[in-house]
């Protein structure tokens, strides 16, 4: 093997290259047009550009990555996670040209790709399954009968699915058509295939599943487990190893069972096998064909490189290790860090600054270090066509309050700005006492997420003004000396305006007055505080865990500036791809009913009406791409109805 290409992008694609240089392999990249100027592309020894922006013209055209790799002389291809790496039919056709390729065979990805078809292998294995229907018959006359059969709450899944797509939980026998038909929407969209199947749901799980490894010659082990029970839209954001619910003996067990499934599905290479834990006892979720986004959890406890396992293996080679051989030292915590803003959508944008505390890459660190896997720089495209995920920090320490505290500390210690992002979201998931104490289950968001918003926005309200001003008043100094005058200004954050008068006082020196409040001093520019203008009149500022956005609406018409909003217009909250319109013009709402859902980074989105109203009108239709800030709807109060 002398030339790999990595049929993927960003950070994972940077991840490979860092070691595939160093085992002393070249490496081809390949690119979309949004992803011409990205970091892997620089890293790579070669790169292809794949002409096109959409997933579906580039990074998912089987014809098309096989011709970068006859073009360039790459003898392997390594597909990464997500886009085609559990795709059979690319292992395949990657085979069929005579390459290399560094994942199972396709066989197997066949046999446990979907959901169904795993499942039943993994009765025959024993391996413990929730009751549920995954035949063939994909009417909703089927799906109601087998529901009723198994009852409620149950879960809808997409049988070729992954990250939490096409999976709607129904607690209600009267929610199941509504569920199965936006299932079946968002797996189409996602995967090409519409497919679905219902089981039993568990309310209070935690979600824990076990890396295993396989090679060519009929050995397969197990290197532990990680929890991954901190998710939103059953997307995990954080990841840890080993689980707090976790003891030796489950640990054996659990690992017995996805080695069983492995070996019989002829597996070879890296997998995981995703389980939902309820007490002592375990379920088969599904397997994952891949390496997979948190992988670095456990390449830290066991100080092992699982990308050069991978190679290995895909060369031929015998794994390096037996199953008495696995050591798990410490504890490792990794978190994702998404450009979304604090109601979890996703958003595009440049970054305009980027700064991380020292980090290792790619790689295992010493106990207690950090280690930040990304692809981001300052000047970088988040781009609407892909996942909104930027990196992932992972810590690696003796105890798991170590873990804990250190990556709070690196969290307060990254600066992204310019664009929206989870950072503080995630530093305080991790303080949360529930989490802190181990006790995190599926449903954690779920119960604490709006209380952890409430908790951020407080943090902000208090560092507003002093913060918000100093953004501003850095760049817009009128000089040097004082100033007998006080300017005022108005302050517009998350909707509300905030009224002060600022004076200059010379050598850069604030005194910022407020109705109500005591007189605040600042010395410019503020230490520890960053900032960056986001157009002519909008700040993005970071001190510590805290993240804020702020207008300046000074100029304009007070009336205006002092505004709600009010329920009159429904706009675009980022990039997306409208895919439903359930309301019509006339139709009257209530509150929080859906009006427009949009496809944005994968995922579908559903926006509601912020009070009740008429829907005056529809500016937008399905299949339309919408842009932030592009209004989609035009409502009147609910009593007045639809002009005529």
């Known amino acids: 093997m002398k030339k790999i290409l990595i ?53 998912l055209r089987i014809d098309k990555l096989l011709a970068a790799a006859r073009a360039t002389g790459a003898d392997a291809v390594h597909p ?44 025959s294995q024993d391996v413990p399954c929730l009751p549920g229907y995954a035949g063939d018959d994909q009417s909703d006359e089927r799906f109601a009968v087998e529901a009723a059969r198994i009852g409620t709450p149950l879960m809808v899944k997409a049988v070729a699915g992954g990250g939490g797509r096409g999976m709607r939980l129904v607690t209600d026998l009267a929610q199941l058509p509504a569920a199965l038909a936006s299932a079946r929407s968002e797996a189409l969209a996602g995967f090409g295939c519409s497919d679905l199947l219902i089981e039993r749901a568990l309310l209070q799980p935690r979600h824990v599943e076990v890396q295993v490894f396989a090679d060519a010659h009929g050995a397969c082990i197990h290197l532990g487990e ?73 390449e830290a406890l066991t100080g092992l490189d699982l990308v050069e396992w991978q190679i290995r293996v895909a060369r031929g080679e015998a794994l390096p290790l037996t199953q008495d051989h696995v ?45 930040f896997d990304h692809a981001l720089e300052e000047g970088a495209e988040v781009s609407p066509h892909y996942d909104a995920m930027l990196g992932k920090l992972i810590v690696h320490a003796p105890t798991r309050a170590e873990a804990v505290a250190a990556l709070v500390r690196a969290l307060q210690g990254t600066r992204v700005l310019g664009l929206p992002t989870n950072r503080a979201f995630l530093a305080a998931c991790l303080q949360h006492p529930v989490f802190a104490s181990g006790q995190a289950l599926v449903p954690f968001l779920a119960a604490h997420a709006a209380d952890l918003q409430e908790l951020l926005l407080k943090k902000e309200l208090k560092a507003l003004i002093q913060c918000a001003v100093g953004a501003i008043c850095s760049s817009k100094m009128s000089s040097d000396l004082p100033c007998a005058l006080a300017r005022p200004m108005r302050l517009r954050h998350e909707g509300q305006v905030h009224a002060v008068a600022v004076r200059e006082l010379g050598g850069g020196r604030l005194l910022v007055e407020q109705a109500g409040a005591e007189p605040v001093a600042l010395q410019l520019p503020q230490r520890g505080v960053h900032c960056v203008a986001v157009g002519s009149r909008r700040w993005h500022w970071q001190t510590g865990s805290v993240d804020g956005w702020v207008e300046d609406a000074s100029w304009e018409p007070a009336a205006r500036a002092g505004a709600a909003g009010g329920a009159t217009e429904l706009r675009a909250p980022f990039n997306g791809k409208v895919v439903a319109l359930p309301v019509a013009a006339g139709q009257v709402l209530a509150a929080g009913d859906t009006v427009v859902v949009i496809e944005s980074m994968k995922l579908e989105h559903s926006l509601a009406s912020p009070a009740a109203a008429t829907v005056v009108e529809l500016l937008v239709v399905p299949g339309q791409q919408v842009s932030p800030g592009q209004v989609l709807a035009r409502f009147a109060p609910a009593t007045q109805g639809a002009p005529a």
């Open 80 to 123: 990464g996670y997500g886009f085609l790496s559990e795709n059979a039919d690319f292992a395949q056709a990657v085979v069929d040209a005579g390459l290399t390729w560094i994942g199972p065979p396709p066989g197997a990805i066949r046999a446990l790709g979907s959901k169904a078809g795993a499942k039943a292998l993994a009765q």
């Open 327 to 371: 050591h798990l030292q410490g504890h490792a915590i990794e978190v994702r860090l998404c450009a979304e803003d604090a109601h979890f959508h996703p958003h595009t944008g440049r970054v305009l600054q980027f700064s991380a505390p020292p980090a290792t890459a790619f790689e295992r660190s010493a106990m207690g270090a950090l280690r």
């Open 7 to 59: 049929a993927n992008r960003s950070e994972i694609a940077s991840r490979i290259i860092h070691t595939a240089h160093r085992m002393g392999i070249e490496t081809v990249a390949v690119y979309s047009d949004p992803d011409a100027n990205a970091l892997h592309v620089r890293e790579a020894t070669q790169a292809v550009a794949l002409g096109g922006a959409a997933s579906a013209d580039t990074y």
């Open 226 to 298: 990680r929890d991954c029970s901190v998710q939103r839209r059953h997307q995990k954001i954080i990841e840890e190893s080993p689980s707090p619910a976790v003891d030796a003996a489950l640990r054996e067990r659990m690992g017995a069972c996805a080695v069983a499934l492995a070996q019989a599905a002829g597996y070879v290479g890296a997998g995981t096998v995703e389980f939902l834990l309820d007490g002592a006892e375990f379920f088969l979720m599904e397997m994952n064909t891949r390496l997979q986004v948190e992988h670095p959890v456990t």
